[in-house]
């Protein structure tokens, strides 16, 4: 009689739960081993803001099913019929033998694991910025269960205040929320210029920050954290423009993948961090596999296609049913990711899929962009919001190649179809034709995403001619001579406008008898509201001859810099 397929699966939090659930599933006569360093297993990181925001009660929900059970090693072996071994640490692979050493934490006792294929879910780890004062108390990081339940105890037993976050990505954005909901002040440390550096292009970050200083967090970009100051827990942050107070600090500077098990072991790594996998998820030796956080992922796009290190949950439970797959004979390819993320800013949703401007510029200065603003909703339904698209696209092969989305309407389910698009190597064109669903509670006729690629598309083509936002503020530092053409109706224009001195505000219903009113030798950059009347004000003005007009991409919605109110 053949002996059972032993398996032993290195991680329990994301992908080694779901290899272990699926080849169960599959192959229901083999051994599965699932070892853990932590307490708790298979629970939901990206939940953890909102259980300090207060969204949830109870930290563990964090990590039960939908309808109350907990995951746990009893669950595991009842219900899904695999062994969960926690509290335990592996610490070497001998690839000969075949076996895995591990050693139990609270007893110190070692065992050899024997194995017929090894699953490598390690994970990654938060990156520690090399400065002094980490080792204070009230300093935390957000990665496991019981980071989230210290904090928010010491928060209601010490009456913790101030915060400060250090790094202004996905976890500095998400607990920026939470902890202002939670009444104290916040103060977000980036030493780029930008928040979400690694995720938004600049002008759609700007509008993302704009929302956050409206929501009372202060921004400290650009500046460079020195210091935590403190005699036994935290008093302050010292960054090399000033001193901040504090009683609490967050660090969400990133993750590093943990590659050195299998790197010890002598299995193939990327030169700056982990694990390096085909198709199937194997690594370069074909009975050890690997998925997760622990890996560099495969970007899809139609540039690149290079390796990438994106940490997503998402991803890692791709890689764990592609695992479970080919150890059960029913191979499956993992064909990649997008790049897709996205995450909240209290009223706003960030979001991106595919490459920014930026990473396509730097791959090929053949590219087109374009940023686009107007209502999720018909404007006559009282839910309809604003929503901000930026496309990017090859001005050759018209593909699509990112999309990026910023706003309080419904953004994600355009960057859905963005990334959608995205993986099947769609042209702006195609988009634009998609048969999405139309009703107005749930969208205008024409669609957001579908408007976006229009435009673009009549970019490509030399109908329209436009500017990014931050291409007008350019040329208002540097001091370019040139008109600000508003053409909104006077009431807009009383209510709200651009606080330039270049500003002459003629209505679009106006232009074409008061167009002899502007200079021909001057550049135009025409906006309304969202700028469709720009667009329209420029192929007005073309065809009476201006050919120095262009329209502002997204108008005031998308203008991320000062506006003057009338009060």
Not at 322 to 336: C, E, Q, S
Not at 348 to 369: F, M, N, V
């Amino acid at each position: 009689m053949q002996e059972a397929l032993r398996v032993v699966i290195v991680g329990g939090v994301a992908c080694g739960p779901k290899t272990a659930s699926r080849l169960k599933r599959l192959l229901p006569s083999c051994e599965v081993t699932m070892i853990d360093k932590g307490r708790q297993v298979s629970y939901g990181a990206c939940g953890l803001p909102y259980y300090v925001e207060g969204v949830f009660p109870d930290v563990d929900m964090l990590m039960q099913t939908p309808v109350g059970v907990t995951r746990n090693a009893n669950f595991f072996r009842k219900v899904k019929g695999f062994h969960t071994l926690t509290r335990t640490e592996a610490i070497e692979i001998d690839r000969q033998e075949k076996t895995v050493r591990v050693r139990q934490l609270d007893s110190g006792a070692e065992e050899h694991l024997p194995y017929d294929r090894l699953v490598l879910a390690t994970g990654s780890r938060p990156i520690q910025p090399p400065i002094p004062g980490l080792d204070l108390k009230n300093v935390w990081y957000m990665r496991q269960p019981e980071d989230a339940e210290t904090l928010v105890n010491e928060i209601d037993a010490n009456g913790l205040r101030k915060a400060v976050l250090i790094g202004a990505g996905y976890i500095g954005v998400e607990m920026a929320e939470a902890l202002r909901r939670r009444g104290l002040s916040v103060t977000m440390v980036e030493m780029f210029d930008q928040i979400m550096p690694q995720f938004l292009d600049p002008e759609m970050a700007m509008l993302a920050a704009k929302h956050l200083r409206q929501k009372g967090v202060e921004l400290a970009l650009g500046e460079k954290v020195l210091s935590i100051e403190g005699n036994g827990r935290v008093a302050s942050v010292r960054t090399d423009k000033g001193t901040i107070a504090a009683d609490l600090v967050l660090v969400g500077a990133g993750v590093r993948p943990n590659d050195e098990l299998a790197r010890n072991a002598g299995i193939a790594c990327a030169p700056k961090g982990g694990i390096l996998i085909n198709h199937y998820c194997q690594t370069s030796d074909p009975d050890i596999y690997a998925g997760g956080d622990c890996v560099v992922n495969h970007y899809v796009d139609p540039i690149t296609r290079a390796p990438l290190f994106v940490p997503l949950g998402s991803t890692s439970n791709k890689h764990g049913r592609a695992i479970a797959d080919d150890i059960a004979g029913r191979p499956h390819p993992f064909v990649g990711i997008t790049g897709t993320g996205v995450c909240k800013a209290f009223d706003y949703t960030l979001g991106r899929t595919g490459l920014t401007e930026k990473q396509a510029r730097e791959l090929d200065p053949e590219i087109e962009s374009v940023i686009w603003a107007g209502p999720d909703l018909p404007h006559y339904m009282p839910q309809s919001k604003p929503v901000v698209i930026k496309m990017v696209a090859s001005r050759r092969s018209r593909k699509l190649l990112g999309a990026q989305v910023v706003g309080p309407g419904v953004a994600d389910k355009r960057l859905d179809v963005g990334a959608a698009s995205l993986y099947f190597g769609a042209t702006v064109d195609d988009v634009a034709n998609l048969d999405l669903g139309y009703a107005p509670p749930f969208g205008p006729p024409i669609d957001p995403i579908a408007t976006a690629a229009h435009v673009l598309a009549n970019k490509l083509e030399g109908i329209a001619k436009s500017v990014s936002p931050l291409e007008a503020k350019r040329r208002i530092d540097r001091g370019d001579d040139f008109i600000f053409l508003d053409v909104r109706t006077p009431d807009e224009f009383r209510a709200l406008r651009l606080p330039y001195d270049n500003v002459i505000h003629i209505p679009l219903g106006a232009l074409r008898d008061k167009a002899g009113a502007l200079p021909k030798d001057r550049d135009i950059l025409a906006f309304c509201k969202i700028s469709m009347r720009g667009y329209e004000a420029q192929l007005i003005l073309n065809a009476m001859g201006f050919q120095r007009v262009w329209f502002v991409e997204g108008g005031l919605v998308a203008w991320p810099f000062e506006l003057a109110e009338n009060g």
